[in-house]
């Protein structure tokens, strides 16, 4: 890495990175399991309350939801699934079971008509017939699709069914900045489960690890991680929206709405449309989990905003990130944004990670956090 870098900079160029990495190797280990859990620490929009849904979910990563209100939650690093039983229904969990363990990065997971579904890198798995009646039995696991590249590197995916019924997974790019080949590479496919076929729904998405569909339009929206090693504060996170199939959203030629590659920016293909993201965020804030709200909990406005997990940066001089920021839309188009929660990172040291969303029958909102291995619960506390 440091060749091909000495290559693309200026020695003072070089300097910089030099000192920025050492900087970011200091944040980096600041970063270390164990950090005690203060929720005084958070700070709400008005009119909001954070409690402890679940404690000691290690690396707690996706999660979804069971018919039976059984929550199912995927990992990275640990390579376990998890399901949580609330027994009393008292928005307190009660009782963790470890579904599957020695998995591939199983980041992924979704429930769908009695049956969860995970993705590992390469595969994704179906546990048919699962109910919190069975979680400690011996389950029904069988491989529903295998035929995904094998690639760790941005190989974590998140999946969902979407309004077509098809299941929804991405396809990162296997490199902080490359030109593969393979189509398949940095995009979002879906999977028809009756015929077993992936179709490309988007190109040009380095890695995404979030979407959702905007619940009046049904149209599909995702994040987008840009690429490393520009700087800073280039280029920027992205949100983007997917109003046709087959549409390129700019990796590897372009990053944000106007930010040439500097390696691959030349090579862009002649009558290459690009697809400009709808929302800029901060660069390597590593926006993660998006997620429409359709509950009644929460204040009128917030009713189809866009909440974003940002999941902080890893390699900033200066540590950004890690807060839920939401937005608000008129039509498609973003017409304001309000941090909704910060306070995970406290004077350039981390004690939580926001990872995901999950929505509950009753509006509020669970937000998985896979450095203080938790999930939270936020409600309203508005009339």
């Not at 900079?9 to 270390?32: A, K, Y």
């Not at 590197?153 to 299941?167: A, M, N």
């Not at 076929?197 to 040009?204: D, F, N």
């Not at 993660?288 to 189809?304: A, E, N, Q, T, V």
Request: hydrophobic share 40%; proline share 5%; charged share 20%.
């Amino acid at each position: 890495m440091k060749s091909k870098l000495n290559l693309r900079l200026s020695d003072q160029g070089v300097i910089f990175e030099l000192m920025r990495w050492l900087s970011v190797l200091t944040v980096f280990f600041s970063i270390g399991a164990g950090a005690e859990v203060d929720l005084s620490k958070i700070k709400l929009a008005e009119g909001f309350k954070i409690e402890l849904f679940a404690q000691g979910v290690k690396n707690a990563r996706s999660l979804a939801r069971g018919d039976d209100g059984v929550i199912y939650v995927g990992t990275r690093s640990e390579g376990k699934v998890y399901a949580l039983v609330d027994t009393n229904g008292d928005f307190v969990v009660d009782s963790k079971h470890t579904l599957l363990e020695g998995k591939k990065m199983p980041n992924g997971v979704a429930y769908r008509n009695g049956d969860l579904f995970v993705a590992e890198v390469h595969q994704v798995l179906q546990i048919k017939g699962i109910h919190r009646s069975n979680l400690d039995q011996r389950l029904n696991v069988q491989v529903l699709f295998s035929n995904l590249p094998r690639e760790s590197h941005h190989g974590w995916k998140y999946i969902e069914f979407g309004p077509d019924g098809k299941l929804y997974l991405p396809v990162g790019a296997p490199c902080n900045v490359c030109l593969k080949s393979e189509k398949i590479y940095a995009s979002i496919q879906r999977l028809d489960l009756a015929t077993n076929q992936l179709e490309a729904v988007a190109h040009g998405v380095r890695n995404t690890v979030g979407f959702d569909w905007h619940p009046v339009t049904q149209e599909l929206w995702f994040s987008d991680n840009g690429r490393d090693m520009m700087g800073d504060d280039v280029p920027p996170d992205e949100i983007n929206r997917v109003s046709a199939v087959g549409q390129h959203f700019g990796f590897p030629y372009l990053h944000g709405k106007d930010v040439l590659d500097p390696e691959f920016g030349g090579q862009r293909p002649e009558g290459l449309k690009v697809e400009p993201p709808v929302y800029e965020n901060g660069a390597h804030v590593a926006n993660l989990g998006i997620h429409f709200y359709r509950g009644r909990m929460f204040p009128s406005k917030y009713l189809h905003a866009l909440f974003i997990a940002e999941h902080g940066s890893w390699n900033r001089t200066d540590p950004s990130g890690y807060q839920i920021r939401v937005l608000f839309l008129n039509g498609s188009r973003v017409e304001s944004s309000i941090v909704f929660a910060s306070g995970w990172l406290n004077q350039g040291k981390v004690w939580g990670r926001p990872v995901a969303f999950l929505e509950l029958p009753d509006g509020s909102l669970l937000i998985s956090d896979d450095h203080a291995d938790v999930i939270y619960r936020v409600t309203s506390t508005l009339p």
